[in-house]
Protein backbone atom coordinates (compact mmCIF):
# COMPACT_ATOMS: atom_id res chain seq x y z
CA UNK A 1 0.00 0.00 0.00
CA UNK A 2 1.25 3.58 -1.03
CA UNK A 3 1.10 6.02 1.07
CA UNK A 4 0.19 10.02 -0.01
CA UNK A 5 1.35 12.60 1.97
CA UNK A 6 -0.59 16.05 1.78
CA UNK A 7 1.13 19.12 0.02
CA UNK A 8 0.52 21.90 1.01
CA UNK A 9 2.02 25.69 0.16
CA UNK A 10 1.66 26.93 3.67
CA UNK A 11 5.45 27.75 5.09
CA UNK A 12 6.08 26.18 8.76
CA UNK A 13 8.74 28.94 9.03
CA UNK A 14 8.12 32.51 9.88
CA UNK A 15 10.13 34.82 7.24
CA UNK A 16 12.88 37.04 8.17
CA UNK A 17 11.23 40.50 8.80
CA UNK A 18 13.18 43.86 7.90
CA UNK A 19 12.35 47.24 8.13
CA UNK A 20 11.49 48.45 4.98
CA UNK A 21 13.02 50.90 2.80
CA UNK A 22 12.45 53.18 -0.50
CA UNK A 23 14.18 50.25 -2.92
CA UNK A 24 11.02 48.05 -1.87
CA UNK A 25 8.35 50.22 -2.29
CA UNK A 26 7.20 48.49 -5.66
CA UNK A 27 7.46 45.15 -4.82
CA UNK A 28 5.52 45.94 -1.13
CA UNK A 29 2.80 47.89 -3.60
CA UNK A 30 2.44 44.95 -5.36
CA UNK A 31 2.02 42.93 -2.61
CA UNK A 32 -0.93 45.11 -1.23
CA UNK A 33 -2.67 45.42 -4.77
CA UNK A 34 -2.71 41.65 -4.71
CA UNK A 35 -4.31 41.31 -1.51
CA UNK A 36 -6.75 43.75 -1.18
CA UNK A 37 -7.05 44.73 -4.94
CA UNK A 38 -8.22 48.11 -6.42
CA UNK A 39 -11.23 48.31 -3.61
CA UNK A 40 -8.24 49.89 -0.80
CA UNK A 41 -8.22 53.26 -2.89
CA UNK A 42 -12.07 53.55 -1.90
CA UNK A 43 -11.18 53.20 1.78
CA UNK A 44 -11.19 55.92 4.69
CA UNK A 45 -7.14 54.53 5.78
CA UNK A 46 -6.26 55.88 2.69
CA UNK A 47 -7.23 58.91 2.97
CA UNK A 48 -4.46 58.91 5.69
CA UNK A 49 -2.21 57.65 3.66
CA UNK A 50 -2.28 59.70 0.84
CA UNK A 51 0.13 62.48 0.77
CA UNK A 52 1.50 61.18 4.46
CA UNK A 53 5.13 59.96 4.78
CA UNK A 54 5.80 56.12 6.00
CA UNK A 55 6.99 55.62 9.53
CA UNK A 56 10.32 53.90 8.35
CA UNK A 57 11.32 52.90 11.79
CA UNK A 58 8.09 50.71 12.49
CA UNK A 59 7.48 49.71 9.10
CA UNK A 60 8.28 45.51 8.05
CA UNK A 61 8.29 43.48 5.40
CA UNK A 62 8.58 39.44 5.54
CA UNK A 63 10.62 38.20 3.36
CA UNK A 64 10.96 35.13 1.36
CA UNK A 65 13.21 33.88 -1.72
CA UNK A 66 13.83 37.61 -2.18
CA UNK A 67 10.16 38.58 -2.28
CA UNK A 68 8.20 40.08 0.05
CA UNK A 69 5.12 38.07 1.13
CA UNK A 70 3.57 40.30 4.23
CA UNK A 71 3.88 43.81 5.14
CA UNK A 72 2.99 46.27 7.53
CA UNK A 73 3.16 49.80 7.51
CA UNK A 74 3.13 52.69 10.03
CA UNK A 75 2.17 56.09 9.33
CA UNK A 76 1.81 59.52 11.57
CA UNK A 77 -1.81 60.81 12.46
CA UNK A 78 -3.77 62.76 14.96
CA UNK A 79 -6.37 62.37 17.06
CA UNK A 80 -7.78 65.86 18.09
CA UNK A 81 -3.82 67.05 17.50
CA UNK A 82 -2.84 64.54 19.90
CA UNK A 83 -0.07 62.32 17.78
CA UNK A 84 -0.56 58.70 17.72
CA UNK A 85 0.56 55.76 14.88
CA UNK A 86 -1.70 54.49 12.48
CA UNK A 87 -1.41 50.80 11.39
CA UNK A 88 -2.23 49.36 7.75
CA UNK A 89 -2.35 48.19 5.33
CA UNK A 90 -1.51 44.96 6.90
CA UNK A 91 -0.97 42.74 4.01
CA UNK A 92 0.08 39.08 4.01
CA UNK A 93 0.22 36.88 0.94
CA UNK A 94 -2.32 33.99 0.69
CA UNK A 95 0.68 31.42 0.51
CA UNK A 96 1.77 32.60 4.08
CA UNK A 97 -1.30 32.90 6.44
CA UNK A 98 -2.62 30.50 8.50
CA UNK A 99 0.98 30.51 10.54
CA UNK A 100 0.59 33.45 12.30
CA UNK A 101 2.75 36.11 10.05
CA UNK A 102 0.11 38.87 10.15
CA UNK A 103 -0.08 38.72 14.13
CA UNK A 104 4.15 38.54 14.12
CA UNK A 105 4.28 41.68 11.70
CA UNK A 106 1.67 43.51 13.96
CA UNK A 107 3.42 42.54 17.35
CA UNK A 108 6.49 43.60 15.64
CA UNK A 109 5.57 47.15 14.29
CA UNK A 110 3.90 47.57 17.70
CA UNK A 111 6.93 47.30 19.37
CA UNK A 112 8.86 49.40 17.01
CA UNK A 113 6.25 52.35 17.55
CA UNK A 114 6.41 51.79 21.19
CA UNK A 115 10.56 52.10 20.92
CA UNK A 116 10.05 54.91 18.50
CA UNK A 117 8.18 57.29 21.45
CA UNK A 118 4.60 56.68 19.99
CA UNK A 119 1.84 56.60 23.05
CA UNK A 120 -0.89 54.75 20.70
CA UNK A 121 -1.52 52.80 17.43
CA UNK A 122 -4.88 53.63 15.77
CA UNK A 123 -6.25 51.08 13.18
CA UNK A 124 -9.28 50.30 11.53
CA UNK A 125 -9.68 46.50 11.03
CA UNK A 126 -11.58 42.58 12.10
CA UNK A 127 -12.20 43.53 15.65
CA UNK A 128 -11.86 39.59 16.36
CA UNK A 129 -8.02 39.62 14.64
CA UNK A 130 -6.48 42.62 16.20
CA UNK A 131 -8.21 42.04 19.45
CA UNK A 132 -5.50 39.30 19.97
CA UNK A 133 -2.69 42.02 20.27
CA UNK A 134 -4.00 43.86 22.38
CA UNK A 135 -6.31 46.46 20.06
CA UNK A 136 -9.63 47.79 21.55
CA UNK A 137 -12.42 50.03 20.72
CA UNK A 138 -12.59 50.33 24.49
CA UNK A 139 -11.35 54.45 24.43
CA UNK A 140 -12.65 54.94 20.29
CA UNK A 141 -16.41 56.45 20.93
CA UNK A 142 -14.77 59.90 20.13
CA UNK A 143 -12.65 59.08 17.53
CA UNK A 144 -13.87 60.68 14.17
CA UNK A 145 -12.37 59.33 10.98
CA UNK A 146 -12.51 61.16 7.54
CA UNK A 147 -14.95 60.02 6.63
CA UNK A 148 -17.36 57.09 6.52
CA UNK A 149 -16.45 53.82 8.29
CA UNK A 150 -17.91 51.11 10.69
CA UNK A 151 -17.20 52.57 14.15
CA UNK A 152 -16.96 49.10 15.38
CA UNK A 153 -13.56 48.64 13.45
CA UNK A 154 -11.93 51.36 14.97
CA UNK A 155 -9.04 50.11 17.50
CA UNK A 156 -7.03 51.66 19.62
CA UNK A 157 -3.44 49.86 21.37
CA UNK A 158 -2.35 51.83 24.21
CA UNK A 159 1.88 51.30 24.09
CA UNK A 160 2.51 53.31 27.50
CA UNK A 161 0.27 53.36 30.48
CA UNK A 162 -2.91 55.24 29.65
CA UNK A 163 -2.02 56.15 25.73
CA UNK A 164 -4.86 54.83 24.45
CA UNK A 165 -7.30 57.20 26.91
CA UNK A 166 -8.46 60.85 26.29
CA UNK A 167 -8.38 60.68 22.58
CA UNK A 168 -11.21 62.28 21.11
CA UNK A 169 -11.69 64.41 17.34
CA UNK A 170 -11.12 64.15 14.11
CA UNK A 171 -8.17 62.19 12.76
CA UNK A 172 -6.10 63.61 10.53
CA UNK A 173 -2.57 63.19 8.54
CA UNK A 174 -0.21 64.34 11.21
Not at 83 to 103: I, K, M
Request: glycine share 12%.
Amino acid sequence: MTSISPVSNISVSTPPLVLETPAMEAAVTALIDRVFGPGRFAKVSERLREGNRLLADCSFVAMRGGQPVGCVRMWPVSIGGAPVAFLGPLAVDPDERSAGLGQTLVETACEAARAAGWKAVLLVGDAPYFTRAGFSAAHTAGVAMPGPVDQRRVLLKALVEGGDEGLSGRVAVA
